[in-house]
């Protein structure tokens, strides 16, 4: 094998082989065939590009002996003399300005160049690094290049054309040389090793083109390097990595999930991890930049890869494509806006580990910082907490009180304690000393009505609820009986949050509220109260704890909140992946089968260690041994909607008797009986229960019942009773699990 290096075995010779010029080869081989080749050539251009070797073919289609012809005959004398290994032409003079720049040498070359060639066509002066010529230098030599001889060619190369002056630049023809396309030397490349005859793993070629910056000549300089190095397996990717200096793609991905998921600990410990490996930081931090930018395009544009946006193998375009779904788009955005800024300041810092950990913290940190990037980065991380259940869907949750959700705060209303108008901490506290009331139920299984409707009086009919009631009528106040439930301790408090029917018993701050299963103990209604109509509240038979399956055990369907919940206690990023990205395709009561949206997700899934995650998730809170089945599944899955989620949304509908979260399409259907006037409700004085129909005179309200003490003291360890329950502060750490460092007033 020739010690030769690369770049020089592999020299083109001819204008067919230079790669990625083809608006400088082309209009020059077009000169050629009218022969009208001019005196003087000016080629500019980055490094490593070409300028010099199209200067070398140009000399000799110049001066070969069928010329001046595009394309070399590679037999005469001359073309041998300048060919890729040859010994040179006497008529073809190379010069390096760098160090023959002066007017002393510029004197020189005129007094020659006015001697004709010697034995070719034409006398070819190629000035290498031009604009090293000095001022004085260029002026020595106008004369001779603006009315050169016949026989005599100059061709200038530089990479500054602008210290060219202006005398010289405008006696030539101008072709500037541009940095070669990434897939046009990455297959050049691939060409170069196939004729080495040396194995070269996909994910190096990539490699090489980024770091020679699109310079043929320093492509295959680290490509020769490489090569040199390589064992009997071939160049690897690990080799490539750790002699180029890259970070391995590993790093990548894990600091990119630990940004996803918020995991701190691992984000530092990636950071440790570069240190203690002697990688540059800098470096690091550059990477990281380049993987964010991928992911933005592929976030923009699913097809990147396709269309060439993006250089890399398959296998890292899909895992690149996973992580791009569990970001946000203002969130990814903002990380990369925060990488870039990074990278600015470690220039010149001392302590770039410092640095690059405050890069980590920012982007770890949003709630921080109150600018718009972080507010938007904010609500990306809340919107996809909502849609963490699977499918999309957003899980049920419990409804917000408002002033008409309980009865009593508006005309027609049957029952129920006044809660003040406009909602907020008095409407909560309301609320809270309201009846007791069961979790919302499965939908299609007849939600129990959220608070217990009283007993209608013989004189008002059925129907009487469902009618418009007098837009004067005032609010009538509850008995006194009404305003003291005895409901059980365990019963939860209308408009409180309901509590998940975990496996594992109990909900974990921040998890989503599931369904109470069937046969749990349902609130008494309150002493005095008579129980309420048959007709009201019709309960369809529910299946044997609210999941079950069509062969008798757990139905994966209606746990799949719950076991999305186990998973995350376990793994915040399986978790995201499984509520992003799959849903339950299927069960046969022994198979789990899992339908992901695309390939990426579930090789993703099945390489990241998940599956084993997912099974022991089930195995601990469950108590079941299934087998898990990654399929693809585009349509979303066909799991039936979640239990917990009612038709209406989580929202009592209209047409109860005061009662929340049943819908007309879970009750029987029954005659409608025809409309009647709505009969005279008798006068306040004769009022004997509060189901009875709102007064339809105008008379003044009565005095509201006093409160007793100890209805009106919150107990300590009573969260509902919060005043700030349903603020926006609230509800983000109680539904999300959210961590608030400081908030920011808009004030």
Same mark, same amino acid.
């Given at each position: 094998?020739s ?8 020299r ?11 608006h400088?080869?082309d ?9 009208r ?23 000799r289609c110049?001066?070969?002996e ?5 394309t #070399?005959?590679?037999?005469c004398?001359?073309?041998r003399?300048l060919?890729r290994?040859?010994p040179?032409s006497?008529?073809?003079i190379e010069?390096?300005?760098?160090s ?42 106008l ?8 026989? *005599? ?8 054309p ?14 500037p ?5 990434? =897939?046009?030397l990455r297959?050049y490349?691939?060409?170069?090793c ?5 194995p070269?793993?996909? =994910?190096?070629?990539p ?15 680290v ?16 080799m ?12 990548l ?25 002697g990688?540059?930081p800098?470096?690091?931090v550059?990477?990281?930049l380049?993987?964010?930018r991928?992911l ?12 060439? *946006? ?13 992580q791009a ?15 870039n ?8 810092a001392?302590?770039p580990?410092?640095q690059?950990?405050?890069?980590? !913290? ?32 957003? #899980? ?5 009180p ?15 304690? #006044?809660?003040p108008p ?10 809270v000393?309201?009846?007791g009331a069961?979790s ?13 409707p009283?007993?209608?009086? #013989?004189?008002a ?5 469902t ?6 009528a ?6 006194a ?6 409901s ?17 018993g109990g ?40 999941? !079950?399956?069509?062969? =008798? ?28 990205n ?6 046969? =009561?022994?198979?789990?089968?899992l ?18 995650v997912?099974?022991?998730a ?7 041994q ?22 209406n ?19 029987p ?6 409309t ?21 005179q ?41 961590t ?8």
């Amino acid at each position: 094998m020739s010690s030769l290096a690369l770049y020089r075995r592999y020299r083109p010779e001819s204008f067919a082989e230079v790669i990625g010029q083809e608006h400088v080869t082309d209009p020059l081989q077009q000169a050629l065939r009218n022969n009208r080749v001019n005196h003087a050539y000016l080629f500019s251009g980055p490094r490593g590009c070409g300028k010099t070797t199209s200067a070398r073919i140009l000399a000799r289609c110049l001066n070969c002996e069928q010329g001046p012809t595009p394309t #070399p005959c590679g037999e005469c004398q001359s073309c041998r003399d300048l060919a890729r290994n040859g010994p040179g032409s006497i008529d073809v003079i190379e010069i390096d300005a760098a160090s023959h720049g002066g007017v002393d040498d510029a004197r020189e070359l005129r007094e020659k160049a006015f001697f004709g060639p010697a034995a070719s066509r034409y006398k070819i002066y190629i000035i290498d690094e031009a604009h090293m010529v000095t001022s004085a230098g260029f002026n020595a030599l106008l004369k001779v290049v603006e009315e050169p001889p016949e026989h *005599l060619k100059f061709i200038f190369a530089t990479t500054e054309p602008e210290k060219v002056i202006g005398t010289i630049r405008s006696r030539t023809h101008h072709y500037p040389f541009r940095l070669v396309p990434p =897939g046009t030397l990455r297959e050049y490349l691939g060409e170069v090793c196939g004729k080495e005859k040396i194995p070269v793993e996909d =994910g190096v070629l990539p490699l090489v083109v980024r770091a020679g910056q699109g310079s043929v000549r320093d492509s295959m300089s680290v490509m020769d390097q490489l090569l040199a190095g390589a064992a009997a397996d071939g160049v690897t990717y690990a080799m490539a990595t750790s002699l180029l200096g890259y970070t391995d793609g590993s790093l990548l991905d894990s600091v990119v999930e630990a940004f996803a998921t918020g995991d701190g600990a691992a984000a530092f410990e990636v950071v440790d991890r570069i240190i203690e490996g002697g990688n540059d930081p800098r470096r690091f931090v550059a990477d990281l930049l380049e993987r964010l930018r991928d992911l933005v395009i592929l976030a923009a544009v699913p097809d990147a890869a396709e269309k060439g *946006l993006i250089d890399a193998p398959a296998d890292v375009i899909e895992r690149m494509q996973a992580q791009a779904g569990t970001f946000g788009a203002a969130e990814l955005s903002r990380a990369a806006d925060l990488v870039n800024e990074g990278l600015t300041e470690m220039r010149g810092a001392n302590s770039p580990r410092l640095q690059l950990e405050l890069i980590c !913290a920012r982007v770890l940190l949003p709630a921080a910082y109150g600018d718009e990037r972080s507010v938007m980065a904010r609500l990306d991380r809340i919107e996809r907490g909502v849609n963490f259940s699977g499918g999309g869907a957003a #899980p049920a949750m419990g409804y917000v009180p408002g002033p008409e959700a309980h009865g009593g705060a508006m005309p027609g209303a049957t029952g129920g304690e #006044p809660v003040p108008p406009g909602g907020g901490p008095a409407a909560a506290r309301a609320a809270v000393r309201a009846s007791g009331a069961p979790s919302v139920a499965p939908a299609g299984q007849g939600a129990p009505a959220a608070v217990e409707p009283p007993a209608r009086t #013989p004189a008002a009919p059925a129907a009487a609820p469902t009618e418009p009631a007098a837009p004067t009528a005032p609010p009538a106040p509850a008995p006194a009986a009404a305003q003291q439930p005895q409901s059980p301790p365990s019963a939860p408090a209308p408009g409180a949050w309901p509590t998940a029917a975990t496996a594992g018993g109990g909900r974990r701050p921040g998890g989503w509220p599931t369904a109470t299963p069937a046969g749990a103990a349902q609130p008494t209604p309150p002493a005095g109260a008579p129980a309420p109509p048959p007709a009201a509240t019709p309960q369809p038979t529910a299946p044997a704890a609210g999941h !079950a399956s069509p062969s =008798g055990g757990p139905d994966p369907r209606m746990l799949w909140p719950n076991i999305l919940e186990a998973v995350k206690n376990r793994r915040r990023f399986t978790w995201i992946l499984l509520s992003q990205n799959a849903q339950v395709a299927g069960f046969d =009561g022994t198979t789990l089968q899992l339908g992901f949206v695309n390939a990426g997700a579930r090789d993703n899934f099945a390489s990241s260690g998940s599956e084993d995650v997912l099974r022991q998730a089930l195995a601990e809170q469950f108590n079941v041994q299934w087998k898990i089945e990654a399929i693809v599944d585009p349509s979303g899955g066909s799991a039936p909607p979640s239990p917990a989620a009612p038709a209406n949304g989580g929202y009592g509908g209209g047409g109860t008797a005061g009662g929340y979260g049943s819908t007309a399409a879970q009750r029987p259907a029954s005659p409608t009986p025809p409309t009647s006037p709505a009969p005279t409700p008798p006068p306040p004085t004769a009022r004997a229960t509060p189901s009875a129909a709102p007064v339809s005179q105008p008379t003044a309200p009565e005095p509201p019942p006093p409160v007793s003490p100890e209805d009106d003291i919150p107990e300590d360890d009573d969260p509902d009773l919060n005043e700030s329950a349903l603020s926006g502060h609230e509800l983000i750490v109680r539904e999300l699990g959210a961590t608030v460092v400081e908030e920011f007033s808009n004030e």
